[in-house]
């Protein structure tokens, strides 16, 4: 939700400003802006709409000639994506300007009293309060400034600031956003996010809530939230700059459907020695929890739902699942008996940091399942389970999802070793099914040369809906929302049964149902509804092994996947589901890296 960078140091700030932004798109993209010091002002540049339009603006960065900068890519939350909204904001008097990542709640209030003290605001942003604060409380003295600005805000906030009296250094603040300071050799750098970073140094500060630095050509100190200063660690960031390109593919996200066998490989990898599936990372005593619960949102929540089977299955403990955006109000029952598992890509989702928070203040531990090393939900948990799937920068998660499910897999059946719910020939079993998986999903993807012509077929769509019992059903979950998200078709899962007892009022003649039949135990009731939805005009898109020839016969057309034992069997399935969510938004011309209204990792409530 919006990416923030800076730079200073002796290069030109506005070419570097705006490669960082084209890498921080994924974030927000409605609208952006930079801002650079020169000769003892402050030059501002901003359009409506993506980077692109701001670097022809701007002549790549030629017209705003300077060694100080911070750039903003939006996605709106306070006031629609225009120019005025767009960050930067500067102050009335022109000598502050502030780039902004998060929500500030007590905006309403501060806006009124600025107002009444005579600042005029130009735009209908939180954000904009920030900036006149500054100019409030400057009297010479930036960090003073900056501290007691901070001191006024309440919410979420990446800051990013500059003042054109002082311009040999910039200043970054973190409060419950992700802040990154990249570390050079006579130039530093933040960034909302490696991604923006590592093109230029792989030396990096992760700052902490309450945290700010002061960043000048030669150096940068942090600070905590009383002002002293302190050494913090330099982490080396793993990513390498191809993690973060195209690589040839037309878009990230088929370029990360294609990463997802390399990519769940990598998240078990470490984590399987001597036989056995070692989490070092946790040390947690299983045999005091009563209860599991998982909290996420999205598609991450989604793994939660398909994982859960082979946690109970294997552990012999209940799993809940909960949205983390209603877990957080829901006042749970929750104590130091329950194990929290939070699932998150970004580690940065405002919600399930929330919930994250409310289940601990109730006594559990929490268990975190992350792919960006650093970010808030892997420093708060107690145990945290890197997913090492790199970075994902489409919008729409595929190996994010794929990972976590993988990560989830990895636990159960470290679960059931422990808790001995498992006798040593099934758990080495077990082990092999999971060894097996980037074999398998390498399958599923070389395996449906007809997805394209597929997608053909239905993208002109109005609705199609995603039906499936038990972990078909929790796939058809994740099926249907990377069909919405991306192709903008309305998408609805079902789980099959429940299809009579309301919806199948919508199937009429050639409404599309995408059937998952990929668990040979429940496989017949399944195909009982497709013989219902057939009855009544369906076109049965069905998912399957190629040897279910009663599916085959039934189905009017087929998408294979490989057998695979049910309880881990939904990594492989959401493959082909995925690829073709991916060709009919091709097919329907959306702008599949960067759906419309979305952003990716979502600070925001
Ligand atoms: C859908 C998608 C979202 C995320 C959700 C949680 O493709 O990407 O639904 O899964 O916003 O994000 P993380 O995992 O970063 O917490």
């Known amino acids: 939700m919006c990416g923030i960078v800076g730079y200073i140091g002796m290069q030109n700030a506005a070419p570097i400003l705006l490669e960082g932004l084209k890498k921080l798109e994924y974030r927000g993209y409605d609208s952006a802006g930079i801002a650079v010091m020169q000769n003892g002002s402050i030059a501002v540049s901003k359009v409506t709409g993506r980077i692109a339009a701001l670097a022809e603006k701007t002549e790549h960065g030629s017209l705003l000639p300077g060694t100080v900068g911070i750039g903003h890519t939006r996605w709106a939350t306070h006031g629609a994506p225009t120019d005025a909204n767009a ?40 954000t904009e309060v920030v900036v006149h604060l500054m100019e409030m409380y400057y009297q010479g003295d930036l960090k003073q400034a900056v501290m007691r600005t901070s001191a006024r805000l309440c919410g979420s906030y990446a800051l990013g600031i500059l003042c054109s009296d002082e311009p040999n250094r910039m200043f970054a603040v ?18 909302s996010d490696v991604t923006a970073l590592v093109a230029y140094t792989r030396n990096a500060i992760y700052l902490d809530d309450g945290e700010f630095a002061e960043l000048t050509p030669d150096g940068i100190q942090v600070y905590d939230c009383t002002g002293q200063p302190f050494r913090k660690k330099v982490s080396r960031i793993s990513w390498d700059i191809q993690a973060a390109e195209k690589g040839g593919y037309e878009h990230f996200m088929r370029k990360e ?117 650093g970010s808030t939900i892997a420093k708060l948990a107690d145990y945290c389970l890197y997913t090492w799937a790199g970075p994902e920068i489409a919008v729409a998660t595929t190996k994010g999802y794929t990972t976590q499910l993988t990560a ?19 758990y080495q079993k077990k082990l092999q099914v999971l060894k097996a998986l980037p074999k398998l999903m390498q399958q599923a993807l070389d395996m449906n040369p007809n997805l394209e012509q597929l997608a053909k077929k239905y993208h002109r769509a109005h609705s199609m809906f995603f ?63 497709i013989v219902e939805v057939k009855a009544r005009g369906a076109e049965v898109l069905a998912v399957a092994c190629r040897d279910n020839q009663k ?44 759906p419309k209204n979305l952003a990716k990792s979502v600070t925001v409530e």
């Not at 902004?100 to 005579?118: C, D, F, P």
């Not at 989830?408 to 040593?424: C, I, N, Q, S």
């Open 87 to 126: 960050h930067p904001h500067t102050s009335n008097d022109g000598r502050f300007a502030v780039v902004h990542n998060g929500i500030i709640e007590n905006y309403l209030e501060l806006r009124k009293e600025l107002m009444e003290k005579g600042y005029h605001f130009d735009s209908e942003t939180d």
């Open 174 to 191: 973190r409060e419950a956003s992700p802040l990154i300071l990249g570390v050079g050799v006579g130039e530093n750098f933040f960034a």
């Open 257 to 373: 459907i294609m990463e997802q066998p390399r990519a769940v490989k990598a998240t078990m990898a470490p984590r399987l020695k001597d036989g056995q599936v070692v989490l070092d990372d946790m040390e947690i005593d299983l045999h005091g929890i009563r209860k599991i619960v998982i909290t996420a949102c999205g598609s991450a929540y989604y793994a939660g739902c398909a994982a859960k089977y082979a946690i109970e299955k294997l552990c012999h403990i209940p799993v809940q699942i909960e949205l983390a955006s209603e877990l957080r109000y829901s006042d749970p029952l929750i104590d130091a008996t329950t194990l929290l598992i939070v699932l998150s890509q970004s580690g940065e989702t405002a919600d399930t940091i929330a919930a994250m928070k409310e289940c601990q203040s109730h006594g559990a531990k929490a268990l975190a399942i992350v792919n960006v090393v």
């Open 408 to 426: 989830l897999y990895l636990f159960a059946l470290y679960g059931a070793k422990e808790l001995r719910t498992v006798d040593e020939a099934e």
């Open 467 to 529: 039906i499936g019992r038990n972990t078909d059903y929790a796939v058809a979950l994740e099926g249907a929302l990377k069909m919405k998200e991306i192709s903008y078709i309305h998408a609805e899962s079902y789980a099959a049964g429940e299809l009579k007892h309301g919806t199948i009022a919508l199937i009429s003649e050639g409404q599309p149902v995408i059937a998952l039949c990929c668990n040979d135990a429940i496989t017949e009731k399944t195909m009982s509804n």
């Open 551 to 594: 599916i085959v016969s039934l189905a009017d057309d087929m998408i294979f996947v490989p057998k695979v034992e049910p309880l881990f069997s939904a990594a492989v399935e959401i493959v082909p589901l995925q690829l073709l969510a991916y060709y009919v938004a091709r097919e329907n011309g959306c702008d599949i890296d960067k």
